[in-house]
């Protein structure tokens, strides 16, 4: 792939949502940052407000991880104390489902184009935030659960304490941004087509679907982080009305209905951009 000569965004598309644990959610913090109480696993919480939140990344990283697996993409790029797949070739990039629109490492320069994708940290929404003020919690707007694990050898339990956000919280207004680009390389040839571009925004919700199969957050096979996304609202700026006029595209009740709908929404897209 030769260098980008021309990038332009042709819209940019909002999904807002909010998004309910419908078992108790633990997206971890540090202990470190904890003071007293000595707790095992804290969650996560904004230092302003002191109220828990799911950071855009954890979200981002969560959707990602299973896109990867849905689509069979090998791990091969060590993060942390993982791997993730990432394309390390530009013509793999174009068609891969996954690194176009969640990123590749900055690192890598063969012609990738910017993260098509960006996740908003979620707050604690305010109807949840009033509701949970008025139920007597262990800590602020969380529960502390015991859970125990037994040593295969010894048989001995060992119990520790882990924080979570109850069952029933919501989280949000939660915001994903969706950017369409159009790009041409140093010699006139398109080097993405936004009508592609467009259709990649389905990844998005499959990975929203996977998200309500599977948990977000710690622990999930003992049942925690089950979410749900509700209220989902789609809308699209471009043109010359970008600033004035978002304009609606459609409205879920949760990560299925919008599934259904995909197809017809991306054309609605495609067709409002004229593409
Ligand atoms: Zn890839």
Redesign the pocket.
């Known amino acids: 792939m030769s260098d980008v000569k021309t990038l332009m965004v042709q819209g940019r598309v909002f999904v807002e949502y909010e998004l309910r644990a419908l078992t108790g959610l633990r997206v971890g913090g540090t202990s470190a940052g904890i003071a007293i109480g000595g707790l095992d696993n804290p969650v996560i919480r904004d230092p302003l407000t002191n109220r828990p939140y799911i950071p855009g990344s954890s979200l981002k990283g969560k959707i990602r991880s299973l896109l990867e697996k849905h689509y069979g993409?090998e791990p091969n790029w060590p993060i942390a104390r993982t791997k993730i797949?990432?394309?390390t070739d530009g013509e793999?990039?174009k068609d891969?489902e996954?690194?176009p629109v969640f990123g590749v490492p900055a690192e890598l320069n063969y012609g990738n184009l910017p993260t098509r994708l960006l996740v908003r940290d979620l707050h604690l929404s305010e109807e949840s935030e009033k509701a949970m003020e008025g139920v007597p919690l262990d800590r602020p707007y969380t529960e502390i659960k015991t859970e125990v694990s037994i040593d295969r050898i010894t048989s001995q339990a060992n119990p520790r304490t882990v924080e979570r956000v109850p069952a029933g919280a919501v989280f949000g207004p939660g915001e994903f941004v969706y950017t369409i680009y159009k790009a041409t390389e140093a010699n006139g040839n398109p080097l993405v087509d936004p009508r592609q571009d467009v259709e990649r925004l389905g990844v998005l919700f499959e990975g929203m679907g996977l998200l309500e199969h599977d948990y977000l957050g710690g622990m999930g096979s003992r049942g925690y982080g089950k979410v749900r996304f509700e209220k989902i609202r789609i809308t699209l700026r471009a043109g010359p009305d970008y600033f004035t006029k978002p304009i609606p595209i459609d409205e879920a009740v949760d990560a299925s209905e919008l599934l259904a709908t995909k197809s017809e929404i991306i054309a609605k897209i495609q067709e409002h951009l004229g593409l």
């Open positions: 993409k797949h990432v394309c793999d990039y891969c996954v690194c």
